[in-house]
């Protein structure tokens, strides 16, 4: 039948369009699809072609079906936060279509462009969302303005976590790569005498978050971020869930039966992952046990994060419970 088709489709293109000729006017063939953003006098040749041809059912045909867009939505951070179980979570709804990899393309290829950018994404039907996750957007100073140059309706998804643990995580992150690394005390201060923090630290910089959101709200209205609690992922992952398909327009397809608490990680892990009747949990580079931290530099990492903290519970309307 396949090949029956097709036969009849060429046979008949020049002679219908013959017949259209004869006929009325055959109808203007439609420009490809421009770019969210992009001025259509702007446009390059090249990112035309790049274009995929919706209108085109023999295109969809060989091409499979949906169109590559760019995406709707996207998890902007934070690192150690959280943001790799939370996509993992959402690609199990049926309307959501994420890239697995981190594209890194508002911080470290964005002179790559668009197109190279939309070519990454998977394929979507109308009413899917597409999505990807780079935790480094979040502290990228140039991200905010290239986003909302994309496209100014963006929803963004933040993924928080106390910031001392995840300093702490971040740096066992670290030492499984590096083990020669200094410690975690000496990395922390400046001056460890006088307790003035190393700010420059980038796994003490990432955590104040108030300065980093004040960044984003430059571009975007705080209604246009949603703030995910790391914690509430694992105590909670099917109420953070809920709040997220909801950010996302989505129905509540995510629920408790999808969840299962894994004691030996000590964190949630899926009953059936995307495409699998199997339960899926993160691999072994999460959930790591971190090492012993002389507790008197905990604590001086608590007072130090404490007014960005309220700042930031102020700026989004929500205490996280970290103090």
């Known amino acids: 039948m396949l090949f029956l088709w097709l036969y009849m489709f060429y046979s008949c293109s020049g002679s219908c369009a013959g017949l259209t000729t004869r006929g009325s006017p055959a109808p203007p063939r439609a420009a490809p699809p421009l770019l969210p953003g992009e001025p259509g006098e702007e446009s390059s040749l090249e990112e035309q072609r790049a274009a995929p041809d919706a209108g085109s059912p023999i295109s969809s045909f060989f091409n499979g079906s949906g169109t590559k867009r760019l995406p709707q939505a996207i998890i902007i951070g934070v690192k150690k936060g959280g943001t790799r179980a939370l996509l993992e979570f959402l690609r199990v709804h049926p309307d959501v279509r994420a890239v697995g990899a981190e ?36 502290v990228t ?13 963006t929803k963004l998804i933040v993924v928080v976590r106390d910031p001392v643990t995840r300093a702490i995580s971040d740096y066992t992150q670290t ?10 005390e000496s990395l922390t201060f400046k001056n460890r005498t006088t307790g003035l923090i190393d700010t420059s630290w980038s796994a003490i910089q ?14 975007f209205p705080i209604g246009q971020i949603l703030f995910v609690s790391g914690e509430r992922m694992i105590s909670d992952p099917a109420g953070e869930l809920g709040r997220v398909q909801d950010f996302l327009g989505l129905k509540r397809i995510i629920t408790d039966k ?3 608490f894994n004691k030996t990680k000590g964190f949630p892990c899926l009953k059936k992952a995307e495409g699998s009747s199997k339960p899926h949990c993160l691999g072994k580079t999460k959930g790591r046990t971190h090492p012993d931290i ?28 970290w103090d």
């Open 103 to 138: 594209p890194h393309f508002f911080d470290r290829n964005y002179e790559r462009g668009l197109s190279w950018y939309r070519d990454l994404m998977p394929r979507t039907l109308e009413g899917q969302i597409t999505m990807e996750k780079t935790p480094s957007y979040f």
């Open 141 to 153: 100073k140039e991200a905010p303005a290239r986003i909302s140059s994309m496209s100014k309706g």
């Open 175 to 184: 030492l499984s790569k590096k083990p020669d690394i200094p410690t975690f």
């Open 206 to 219: 990432i955590g104040i978050y108030a300065k980093h959101l004040e960044n984003w709200l430059l571009y």
């Open 258 to 260: 999808h969840f299962y």
């Open 294 to 321: 002389d507790q008197e530099v905990v604590q001086r990492l608590r007072d130090f994060y404490r007014p960005f903290n309220m700042k930031f519970y102020q700026m989004t309307g929500q205490d996280f419970g």
